[in-house]
Every structure is written in C-alpha cells, then in structure tokens.
C-alpha cells in the first residue's frame, strides 16, 4: 500500500491561525445544522449528544445540553510492555462524543478498506489522511467520511479492530460519536499493539497501514501537541479532540495516544466534558493522563 514518506519533516501547507479557523470552520457547520433543523431533519437530541463547534474540532448538531454540576473525566491506560489485554480504568467508563479523536478511527476504516480492495491510497486519500490527522481538518475528515459509508462503515471496521462500544455519529455528524476510554485503548492496540486484537477470521490493520497512522500520530502540529503527551515526554503519538457546547458554552477534550515512560510504552486514552473552558479542559485532560499513568507505573 503507498504511503507518503516522512523521510522528512512534511510542510505546513494551509497553516492558519486556530482562531481564524474556528470562526470559519463554525460558522459554516452552523448554517448547515440551522438548515438541515428547520427542514426536520434533525431532531432534538439527549444531553451531550449532539453540539456545535467554536474550534476545529468535529461538526455537530445545535441542540439543547443540560449544564454540568463538574467536569467529567475518565482514563484507561495499558501497558503493552506486558501481558494485560485490558486496559486499567480510572472513573466511570460512560460514553463520550469523541470531537476529533474520532479522526484516527476514520483513518483505519480508510486502511481497512483499501486493503480489501487490494489497492494503494489515492494522492486525495493521502493529503486527506495528513491534514485530518496532522492539522485535524475538519472538510478531510468529512470526505473520508463519506468515503467509508459514515456511521455504518466506521462500526464496521470497528468490528474488525476489535470495539465494541463505539457508535457512529448521525448523518455527517462524525464529530458525535459516542465512545468510551476502553473502546479508545482496543482501538490504540489496532494500531500501536503487537498481538492482534480483533477477530482474527476478519484480517485487522497489516503493519504498513499501523505504521503510517503512528507516523501521523507523531507529526501533530505544535499546538495541537498536548493531553496525554504530558505523561510522557520522552516519546509520544496522540490524536486530540476538542468541541464547545453551544447552549451550555461548557468543553468537550479528549486526548488519546502512545506515551513511552522509562523506556517502556503506554497506551492513554482520557475523555472528558463540562469543563468551563478549552483551557481547564486540556488542564483536566493532562492531569488525569499523568495520574492514571503514575498509578499504572508506580512513580
């Protein structure tokens, strides 16, 4: 399967400043969902179900979210050092809307396919695959989307890399998915694992294509390189997630990746939302990475 080289450092293209993009990328998801409401084709949704964006995190449906008392948070770390298969969880493993994070399970449904059909990514499927990881940009990420089938295609190759857990998100709304910290580490072990997780009568990720998602993984632009980093700054490969709540103004942060502490490798996942901001939020998110890993490490 060809895969882009990083031999070297891959350029920039299309940098903007965040608050250039979130304003944008916002206004345009909002006069969709404002659209697609006034028709019925949305209906109202639960509390946290369904949301619109302030930054380049994940389209989403305006619709009413009840205020939080407190920020709620869960994390699940497993070492792949040793022989445990299920990750060790702190709070309570409840679903959460993914925002971006959803980005690299999109990406591995794109893998799983081309593989089936015996066949290389396209030039459009690798700069899509690049900007939606790298810069999380939100209209590759719709693209491959669609490509996949949406919300049918993602749990289908979700099946493979062995969650359970995760929905899709309605519609084009890949940003509302709704997912835990557990499934979030089975889908880390698809690609960073070294023992196959998932079923194996329906062949998961060869290496190639898990080797070209970790290699994005460790290509995050600078200033989206936060959350589980702050556990181990020695090494890591992360994917993060971030949507503000229209009618309650509160944050949506999650942050999933591969942190390497003393040598040895841990796989975090910490989802989080109530948070008063994107601030407190990413706070949240980096102290409980550090936390769970520390239980896990012993220091």
């Not at 993602?154 to 929905?167: I, Q, S, V, Y």
């Not at 509160?250 to 796989?267: E, F």
Request: proline letters at 6%; hydrophobic letters at 40%; a negative charge.
């Amino acid at each position: 399967m060809l895969f882009r080289s990083f031999s070297a450092p891959c350029p920039d293209t299309g940098r903007r400043s965040r608050g250039r993009r979130s304003v944008a990328c916002a206004g345009v998801l909002l006069a969709s969902v404002t659209a697609l409401v006034s028709t019925g084709v949305l209906q109202a949704a639960p509390a946290h179900a369904a949301d619109s964006p302030t930054g380049p995190g994940s389209p989403a449906a305006a619709a009413p979210v009840q205020p939080q008392a407190a920020p709620r948070v869960t994390s699940a770390v497993l070492g792949l050092d040793g022989d445990d298969l299920e990750p060790t969880v702190h709070g309570d493993d409840t679903p959460y809307d993914t925002a971006s994070i959803v980005k690299v399970d999109i990406l591995a449904a794109v893998l799983l396919q081309a593989q089936d059909a015996g066949r290389q990514l396209t030039p459009d499927e690798l700069d899509h695959a690049e900007a939606m990881i790298r810069r999380s940009d939100n209209d590759s990420a719709t693209a491959l989307w669609q490509q996949i089938g949406g919300s049918p295609g993602l749990e289908a190759a979700n099946k493979r890399l062995g969650m359970t857990t995760t929905k899709g998100g309605p519609g084009l709304l890949w940003g509302l998915t709704r997912t835990t910290a557990r499934d979030q580490i089975r889908l880390l072990r698809a690609v960073f694992g070294t023992r196959p997780a998932a079923d194996p009568a329906s062949p998961a990720l060869r290496e190639e294509s898990r080797e070209y998602i970790r290699t994005l993984m460790t290509r995050i632009e600078d200033d989206q390189a936060w959350g589980v980093s702050a556990a181990g700054r020695a090494g890591w490969a992360l994917k993060n997630g971030w949507l503000q709540r229209t009618a309650s103004g509160l944050w949506d942060i999650n942050s999933i990746g591969q942190v390497a502490v003393d040598g040895h490798h841990y796989l975090v996942a910490v989802l989080s939302d109530g948070s008063p901001s994107m601030k407190d939020g990413v706070a949240l998110v980096e102290e409980a990475a550090r936390d769970a890993v520390r239980a896990t490490t012993g220091h």
